[in-house]
């Protein structure tokens, strides 16, 4: 958790961005989470009234504080959206709660961030093709259970064939990885990947979930992901916006390395490569 405070002020101490650079956000109404999440299981998130079970598939003790940490996480989401619209790119410094589904959290997701934001632009017609990109080690199935029957909003994840969630959904664009890839195999993957689903889904908005446990030092992933190739892996995704014109907001998803360091120098490298391709 420490890492949430330490990139924006890791991003200060850098001069990669700014002071201004930074917005609030707000606690998002129940009304808009209801776009992509079941009403009962919002209402007994909210109210605090969670079945023990769902409790301990989360993973965490319920709290007020807890639960409103969600609905800023998601309000930061949305608000990154608007906020790409205007510079091509925009960030969530937390979120990419990827693992909450349609009618449940697991794995510390309570709500799903991207999802939520997701719906809220297809409902306001803000966007009438969205494409989420998840390359997080783990599958987003959270994500891919929302969307699972909609046309309009597309998911795409590349994740580790052998770890959590062990049951997997079914994404639109689900390419699971051996333990071990290295850089060249999963750039090389993940380059023809990108060109095929941009075509198929012909977005108008991308959401991208930038978890950095790919990174082999990670304890949780598999992968065998350099601090390099994960940095490549950012731009090849923002090259690709840039250059077919279409906006993407940011969530930071997943880094448990043993190095605190390790993570947030990872997470500050997706920002240095958002800002050279945008040229902000």
Same mark, same amino acid.
């Given at each position: 958790?420490?890492?949430?405070?330490?990139?924006?002020?890791?991003?200060? *101490?850098? +001069?990669?961005?700014?002071? #201004?650079? &930074?917005?609030?956000?707000?606690?998002?109404?129940?009304?808009?989470? $209801? /776009?992509?999440?079941?009403?009962?299981?919002?209402?007994?998130?909210?109210?605090?009234?969670?079945?023990?079970?769902?409790?301990?598939?989360?993973?965490?003790?319920?709290?007020?504080?807890?639960?409103?940490?969600?609905?800023?996480?998601?309000?930061?989401?949305?608000?990154?959206?608007?906020?790409?619209?205007?510079?091509?790119?925009?960030?969530?410094?937390?979120?990419?709660?990827? *693992?909450? +589904?349609?009618?449940?959290? #697991?794995? &510390?997701?309570?709500?799903?961030?991207?999802?939520?934001?997701?719906? $809220? /632009?297809?409902?306001?017609?803000?966007?009438?093709?969205?494409?989420?990109?998840?390359?997080?080690?783990?599958?987003?199935?959270?994500?891919?259970?929302?969307?699972?029957?909609?046309?309009?909003?597309?998911?795409?994840?590349?994740?580790?064939?052998?770890?959590?969630?062990?049951?997997?959904?079914?994404?639109?664009?689900?390419?699971?990885?051996?333990?071990?890839?290295?850089?060249?195999?999963?750039?090389?993957?993940?380059?023809?990947?990108?060109?095929?689903?941009?075509?198929?889904?012909?977005?108008?908005?991308?959401?991208?979930?930038?978890?950095?446990?790919?990174?082999?030092?990670?304890?949780?992933?598999?992968?065998?992901?350099?601090?390099?190739?994960?940095?490549?892996?950012?731009?090849?995704?923002?090259?690709?916006?840039?250059?077919?014109?279409?906006?993407?907001?940011?969530?930071?998803?997943?880094?448990?390395?043993?190095?605190?360091?390790?993570?947030?120098?990872?997470?500050?490298?997706?920002?240095?490569?958002?800002?050279?391709?945008?040229?902000?």
């Amino acid at each position: 958790m420490l890492k949430y405070e330490l990139i924006p002020a890791q991003l200060l *101490h850098e +001069g990669v961005v700014q002071k #201004e650079s &930074f917005f609030e956000p707000g606690l998002v109404d129940r009304e808009t989470v $209801y /776009l992509a999440h079941d009403k009962t299981y919002v209402d007994d998130l909210l109210d605090l009234q969670l079945d023990p079970k769902m409790v301990r598939r989360i993973g965490f003790p319920m709290s007020k504080s807890l639960v409103d940490r969600e609905l800023y996480l998601i309000d930061g989401t949305i608000k990154a959206c608007k906020e790409a619209f205007k510079y091509g790119v925009a960030f969530n410094t937390a979120g990419g709660t990827h *693992h909450a +589904g349609r009618d449940f959290g #697991e794995g &510390f997701c309570l709500l799903n961030d991207q999802a939520v934001a997701a719906a $809220y /632009l297809y409902e306001h017609k803000l966007a009438k093709k969205i494409l989420i990109i998840d390359l997080d080690v783990h599958q987003g199935n959270g994500t891919a259970h929302i969307f699972e029957d909609h046309p309009d909003i597309i998911t795409f994840s590349i994740h580790g064939e052998k770890n959590f969630p062990f049951k997997k959904e079914k994404s639109h664009f689900d390419l699971a990885l051996t333990d071990g890839i290295d850089d060249m195999a999963y750039l090389d993957i993940l380059v023809k990947a990108l060109e095929k689903v941009m075509d198929f889904a012909e977005p108008e908005f991308v959401f991208y979930q930038a978890g950095v446990d790919v990174l082999a030092t990670d304890k949780l992933g598999k992968f065998n992901l350099s601090p390099f190739g994960c940095k490549q892996r950012d731009i090849m995704v923002f090259q690709c916006c840039k250059e077919r014109g279409i906006p993407v907001e940011v969530s930071m998803g997943g880094g448990y390395s043993p190095q605190i360091k390790d993570i947030v120098n990872a997470h500050v490298n997706t920002y240095r490569s958002a800002i050279d391709v945008f040229d902000l």
